[in-house]
């Protein structure tokens, strides 16, 4: 996951290939709290690890379920519908499918067994209405207070006594989920007689009930559906736990891949593995829907294939009252469509995350759209030629990053095509919510041109910090790190241990060649692994640093190691460091810092790196020693140590890490978007 405050994502030309899908977060927390109410151990396969399922699990480990997890499989011991703990505060983040079902079940269930809850989030989820399950639950004698404002969260259940004989009504036309709370929690209290809910109002949202009513039969539990207005619960209902259960990959996350593929699978198709044909998700229905707008779909029961087919897209007029999540897909879709995309009956997005009708009209017009938003509709008109770079606000809403990240197939705009737009995602760790891998799982299928990938470079010679702060920078900007003097490091080690003369240039070119292919390399978490084995310690010893020192000067070793570097340069880009970098292997990169700090500083550096680890060390001597190094750095005849002509120069002497990182940090921010793409 990337944790980075932005992202920035070079520009996409193509998408093809497989990717396996987290699971549906809706299956995943309706499937845990089912199972949390269940008699018995039920075994939950390929359950979403995210946020909102965290939240969930957390709260059923409070009330006193026992859980057991392992990978993304996981073991649930429920209540049996008999409470076990009678007083517990659960905090739900910004997940309103754990708010709004716990909410129903541990009402009715301290209405007949006694308890005292305490149920909060973060505070968009005290933003987020809860007024028409309240109003539903307290006719039935639950006590419910909002601790802040009224219809909102923090609830407190207290209680109360339950008196089932009044007909139980709840509003369908704000959120879906407030029936299906009431209809995974109602069973608890089926022992004297069925119970019937009426639905007031038209019922958004259907085919998230109708994933309620699928798994409720799951547990034993068949609810009896008049249309869309009457749902009738049998008396005497237990849930039953089906043993194992698998929760399918999530629909709604399969649309940003179906829309990768009818936008830019051009040579192949994408496949999505985990959901398909056979789904019981609503957002299944997407797929007709990039269907319409030109998308080519082949599907088994639990896969997907989409290819580009009409290009550009067809503008689509349509009701997405059963899709309002993976719609807002459709919404970027748009902007690769010919003329006015209008999505209706959407009004639920104003209550989501955020208020995605806003939020989306916002955002698609920072990239050139013309938006015109009502109170339950959008209209997207994509612009009339080349789109603006821009930096997405996510609002906290995993939705509006993922759908964003489709904008960075600029390049292939219809009315511009070729435009190289640099799209920032602000606080990309959002996806957490449902999707934590979201962005790795994009550049899996998403490609590009070697030269759209940003490189920002950083040279300059021996201790002059630039691999710590190389290492924080690409951490800071959630790209790769390459330490190219660990490449030659490896050379030198790989030369020791096999005796390889440090006179002989053939034979360290010949060795040098193998390095990472046939004697494989692995960086990991500041580790270095050469052919299966973890040399990061030997790496750093002084003789090594000699030989690599020596060894560099030779032609026929530096350029066997080029391709190697080459190959770092990866999405969503890289920060190398080295000698070299700016000058001969990324010519072309952004941004080329170079490090100037003074001989003497460098030295005590080094001097005190030494001591901390308990090596007797000598200051004259390093000073003498890093002299050498600089001189024959400087002086070799092929990739001497020298600053780029466009490089900037940085004297860290008298800075601390933390400062050299928030300059170039800055240095690179400020030049955006020009310092990430060149055209
Ligand atoms: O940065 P370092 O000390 O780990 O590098 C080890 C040696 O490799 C160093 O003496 C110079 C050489 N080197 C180089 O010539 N070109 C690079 N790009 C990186 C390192």
New binding site residues.
């Given amino acids: 996951m990337y944790t980075t405050a932005f992202l920035d994502l070079p520009p996409l030309l193509e998408a093809g290939g497989a990717v396996r899908l987290p699971g549906s977060k809706s299956i995943s927390n309706r499937v845990l709290l089912l199972a949390g109410l269940s008699e018995g151990t039920t075994v939950v396969h390929d359950l979403l690890a995210s946020d909102d399922t965290r939240v969930m699990l957390e709260s059923l480990r409070l009330l006193g379920c026992d859980i057991q997890q392992s990978g993304d499989t996981v073991h649930i011991t429920g209540l049996g519908g008999k409470l076990a703990v009678f007083k517990a505060e659960l905090f739900l983040g910004n997940a309103g499918t754990a708010m709004r079902p716990l909410t129903a079940a541990l009402a009715v269930l301290s209405a007949t067994q006694g308890g005292m809850f305490e149920l909060s989030g973060i505070p968009r989820m005290h933003e987020r209405p809860i007024g028409d399950l309240v109003d539903a639950l307290r006719p039935l004698g639950c006590d419910i207070e909002c601790l802040g404002k009224e219809g909102y969260p923090p609830l407190r259940l207290r209680g109360g006594k339950l008196n089932l004989t009044a007909p139980i009504r709840v509003r369908g036309d704000v959120s879906s989920q407030f029936l299906t709370a009431l209809l995974l929690a109602l069973p608890l209290v089926t022992q004297d007689r069925a119970l019937t809910i009426e639905v007031e109002g038209e019922l958004i949202s259907k085919p998230y009930i109708e994933i309620t009513l699928n798994l409720l039969a799951r547990f034993g539990i068949q609810v009896q559906r008049e249309g869309w207005a009457r749902f009738i619960i049998p008396q005497g209902c237990r849930y039953q736990s089906p043993g194992e259960i698998h929760v399918e990959a999530d629909a709604s996350s399969a649309s940003y891949f179906i829309a990768a593929g009818a936008i830019a699978g051009i040579k192949e198709a994408v496949r999505v593995e985990g959901v398909g044909a056979a789904s019981i998700q609503g957002d299944i229905r997407f797929v007709d829907a990039a269907q319409a707008m030109g998308a080519q779909v082949t599907s088994g029961p639990n896969w997907l294939e989409i290819r580009r087919g009409t290009w550009p897209l067809k503008a689509v007029d349509m009701d997405c009252n059963h899709i309002p999540d993976a719609a807002m897909t459709l919404a970027v879709m748009a902007m690769y469509a010919e003329g006015t995309t209008r999505l209706r009956n959407i009004a639920s997005w104003r209550v989501k995350e955020t208020d995605r009708i806003a939020a989306m009209a916002c955002e698609l017009r920072k990239l050139g759209a013309t938006v015109v938003e009502g109170q339950d509709f959008i209209e997207v008109t994509p612009p009339a030629g080349a789109w603006q770079h821009a930096t997405i606000h996510t609002y906290d809403d995993h939705r509006m990053a993922m759908c964003f990240s489709l904008a960075a197939f600029s390049p292939l705009a219809p009315k511009a095509p070729g435009q190289n737009i640099s799209v920032r995602i602000d606080d990309p760790r959002c996806v957490g919510k449902t999707f934590p891998d979201y962005f790795e799982t994009l550049f899996q299928v998403a490609q590009t041109n070697l030269d759209l990938i940003p490189v920002i470079t950083i040279?300059g010679p021996?201790?002059s910090g630039?691999?710590t702060l190389a290492s924080a920078l690409a951490t800071r900007l959630g790209y790769k790190f390459l330490?190219?003097?660990?490449?030659?490091?490896v050379t030198?080690l790989a030369a020791v241990s096999r005796s390889v003369s440090t006179d002989d240039e053939a034979g360290l070119e010949q060795l040098a060649r193998k390095i990472g292919r046939e004697l494989t390399l692995r960086f990991e978490a500041h580790h270095v692994w050469l052919d299966g084995c973890d040399v990061s310690d030997e790496?750093r010893r002084e003789v090594i640093?000699?030989t690599?020192?020596?060894?560099?000067?030779y032609p026929g070793v530096?350029q066997a190691l080029v391709e190697l570097?080459l190959s770092f340069r990866g999405m969503p880009g890289l920060v190398a460091?080295?000698?070299?970098?700016g000058t001969?292997?990324f010519p072309d990169a952004g941004l080329k810092v170079f490090l100037t700090a003074t001989v003497k500083e460098r030295a005590e550096r080094r001097y005190n790196q030494l001591i901390s680890k308990g090596i007797s060390a000598n200051l004259e001597k390093i000073c003498a020693d890093l002299e050498a190094?600089d001189l024959?750095?400087r002086t070799?005849a092929i990739?001497p140590?020298v600053p780029a002509t466009d490089a900037r120069l940085l004297d860290n002497s008298a800075l601390t890490i933390d400062q050299s990182v928030d300059t170039v940090l800055g240095w690179w921010v400020d030049g955006w978007p020009h310092v990430l793409v060149k055209s």
Avoid: E, F, N
Avoid at 483 to 488: I, K, Q, R, T, V
């Fill in positions: 040279d021996t201790a630039k691999g330490d190219s003097g660990s490449l030659y490091r030198a790496l640093g000699q690599a020192s020596k060894i560099s000067a530096r570097q460091d080295g000698r070299d970098m001969v292997i190094r024959r750095d070799r990739s140590l």
